[in-house]
């Protein structure tokens, strides 16, 4: 079988450290995405780790551990566009799906 | 301009009827899949594709049929055995750790 667990809603201050956990337990597993989708619209890349540890890309970092399932989004220096639902997806298994959890509703309040 | 493109955006139909989505990329992807979106939902699975001339269904085949007769190609039907076919429609595209979406199909049956 396969799940993927992420909290519905989160919300911090503008300028703080955000954290959003993704949780999986997946028959397969060759590596995780993140996107951020706004409302209306179709999600955007945000990452993609393969190996454990930290992959960082500006104001975004993704982390990694296979052995624990385990994923999670940093965002520092939160801004008032960061506002977005976040989508953790885990790529793998003898067919290559890619299967989305249902995402995080991230609110940024001033 | 190197892409995925869906279309059309908006998409209107009378119940009983079939319709089909498009899907194009022209990023030399291998991989694409369908996915559905309800308001404040995940995405979920629908079809999928890694070669030409083959696809496996998802977690929600179930009133759709795709077809892959070219790498560039993948559409979406949406027929009328599909019970509640309104919905946001992704197509995304795959290759090693490049993943992109199109801007999505929002289709509503009256």
């Known amino acids: 079988g396969q799940n993927i667990d992420q909290p519905t809603e989160m919300t911090a201050t503008e300028g703080a450290i955000v954290q959003i956990n993704c949780t999986y337990q997946?028959?397969?597993?060759?590596?995780l995405f993140w996107y951020q989708q706004h409302a209306g619209e179709a999600p955007t890349f945000l990452s993609y780790?393969?190996?454990?540890g930290l992959e960082e890309k500006g104001r975004f970092s993704s982390f990694l551990s296979r052995s624990k399932g385990y994923s999670y989004l940093l965002l520092k220096e939160l801004q008032m566009k960061d506002s977005a639902s976040y989508l953790c997806?885990?790529?793998?298994?003898?067919?290559?799906?890619?299967?989305f959890g249902t995402g995080t509703l991230l609110a940024v309040q001033p | 301009d190197g892409g995925i493109t869906q279309s059309p955006k908006y998409l209107f139909r009378k119940e009983g009827q079939n319709v089909t989505l498009s899907c194009e990329q022209n990023?030399?992807?291998?991989?694409m899949y369908w996915y559905r979106q309800d308001p404040g939902q995940g995405l979920r699975l629908i079809y999928y594709?890694?070669?030409?001339?083959?696809?496996q269904k998802g977690d929600i085949a179930e009133g759709y049929s795709v077809s892959r007769e070219k790498k560039e190609s993948f559409p979406l039907t949406v027929t009328s055995a599909q019970k509640n076919p309104t919905a946001f429609y992704l197509c995304?595209?795959?290759?090693?750790?490049?993943?992109?979406f199109g801007q999505g199909t929002r289709l509503t049956v009256v």
């Open positions: 997946t028959s397969g597993f060759n590596g």
């Open positions: 990023l030399n992807h291998d991989a």
């Open positions: 995304a595209s795959i290759l090693d750790t490049e993943a992109f």
């Open positions: 780790n393969v190996l454990d």
């Open positions: 997806a885990v790529y793998g298994g003898a067919t290559n799906k890619l299967i």
């Open positions: 594709s890694q070669i030409v001339n083959d696809f």
